[in-house]
């Protein structure tokens, strides 16, 4: 009896014995990292990034298990199908410094004032004063969307389906830096994320274009390039370009670039300056505003890695002229340089200088713009930029207008269509896409 207490007992101990080590066994071999830290994991979800996977993982798991955001998903999904692919090559320059009431309180641009002419006797012909939206805007056109704001989501979402209509890849927003802004608006740089949000639901791409901001240098340059680098650059809306020699980096228009001399620009933009940006982590290609031919070496011996011409006018300026396209570009092809003429649909500016007829130039139902996209072909430039898709002030927009009556009846884009302009710019971006491949073959 004794005998087999002892045998029961060390039975028990055995199994006792098994059980502890089977369980230290299993413990030793579990899982003791996030499984999304392993390698690999984050090509298998590029989605999911960071210290906040877990929250991440709840967020799409939430999302998924949300009709609406699903059945949202899925109908931006079935617009974005109608688009033809976004051109990247193809720039616009885009404006969001408009405001009304509903959202900014007040209007903001629309209410533009007349300016008058520089000579007081000329100036007496002409009327002054404010525009009273939203009936009377200072434009000689009529947004289809109406006096708008700028922050409004709605005309955001409208603008990047125009956008995309054009098959416009970037857009080039007109950037003041924080607190600062134009003559006549207000500081746009807190709409900036919104708009870049919007743009990057539409694979839209965002590029800065700087304006002529009070105090403007080579210093503050430098800290307002490390701003726009450091606070949106991680936006996947944020465009880069993929340079000859390999390095993708963010691209800025500079506008009136010719305010600083060439010794100021090459102590930001010269690799021999200490004080440079380049090769380091906010180096960037530089676009400089060529108005005169004389421009030409100086954004060469600035430090410039290329060249725009903006305004829409031909004949304004000697880079707005279309017949010395070609003779740029060679130029920029010998001293390896970008060269991105500027093409516009016309230009009238007479709302907010009614004295500027000199420089009106009529659309004639879209040939001006047919005209102006050949003559930049034929230079065979590395981008096309657009000016404009919605600057209404001097008439040069591509976005949607209509037919409005008004203390003086505005122009339209009649017998065309709203959209005439946004399908032209389809048309020949399609043409520079083939044209493009076929001279890097």
């Not at 000579?119 to 939203?134: I, L, T």
Request: hydrophobic letters at 35%; charged letters at 20%; proline letters at 7%.
């Amino acid at each position: 009896m004794a005998r087999l207490r002892r045998r029961t007992c060390i039975l028990s101990l055995g199994l006792l014995l098994l059980v502890f080590i089977i369980t230290l066994v299993l413990k030793t071999h579990a899982p003791t990292e996030n499984p999304l830290d392993l390698p690999g994991a984050h090509e298998l979800f590029p989605h999911i990034d960071g210290v906040e996977n877990k929250a991440d993982l709840k967020s799409v798991q939430k999302k998924m298990d949300d009709p609406l955001e699903v059945e949202r998903d899925a109908q931006l999904e079935a617009i974005l199908k109608k688009f033809s692919p976004p051109n990247y090559n193809l720039h616009a320059f885009y404006y969001i410094w408009y405001g009304n009431p509903k959202f900014d309180g007040k209007y903001i641009h629309w209410d533009h004032p007349q300016m008058p002419h520089w000579d007081s006797k000329v100036a007496q012909a002409y009327p002054q004063g404010r525009h009273s939206p939203p009936e009377d805007i200072g434009a000689n056109f009529y947004p289809a969307l109406g006096a708008y704001s700028s922050r409004d989501p709605s005309v955001l979402e409208a603008h990047m389906q125009q956008l995309r209509t054009a098959a416009i890849g970037v857009i080039a927003v007109s950037w003041y830096p924080p607190g600062m802004k134009d003559d006549n608006g207000e500081p746009i740089d807190d709409i900036v994320a919104m708009l870049m949000d919007a743009a990057h639901k539409y694979h839209v791409k965002v590029a800065f274009h700087i304006e002529p901001y009070r105090d403007r240098d080579e210093a503050s340059m430098l800290k307002n390039i490390k701003y726009i680098i450091d606070v949106y650059g991680g936006h996947p809306a944020f465009f880069r370009h993929t340079t000859t020699s390999g390095k993708v980096l963010p691209l800025f228009y500079v506008y009136d670039s010719y305010l600083l001399n060439s010794e100021q620009w090459a102590k930001l933009l010269k690799h021999t300056e200490s004080g440079s940006v380049r090769d380091t982590p906010y180096d960037a290609v530089f676009l400089a505003l060529m108005v005169d031919e004389k421009h030409k070496r100086d954004i060469l011996t600035a430090g410039f890695d290329g060249l725009y011409t903006y305004f829409a006018t031909n004949g304004f300026s000697y880079g707005s002229t279309h017949r010395n396209w070609e003779s740029i570009g060679t130029f920029c092809e010998d001293n390896n340089l970008l060269f991105v003429p500027s093409v516009g649909p016309g230009y009238v500016d007479t709302g907010v200088r009614p004295w500027n007829f000199q420089n009106t130039r009529n659309r004639i139902n879209g040939k001006y713009y047919e005209n102006a996209l050949s003559a930049a072909l034929q230079a065979k430039p590395h981008f096309i930029s657009i000016t404009s898709f919605n600057e209404w002030h001097e008439g040069t927009q591509i976005e949607m207008a209509v037919p409005r009556a008004g203390q003086a009846p505005y122009l339209d884009y009649l017998p065309n269509r709203p959209a005439v302009y946004l399908e032209i710019t389809r048309k020949w971006g399609a043409i520079f896409g083939s044209e493009r491949q076929r001279w890097q073959d």
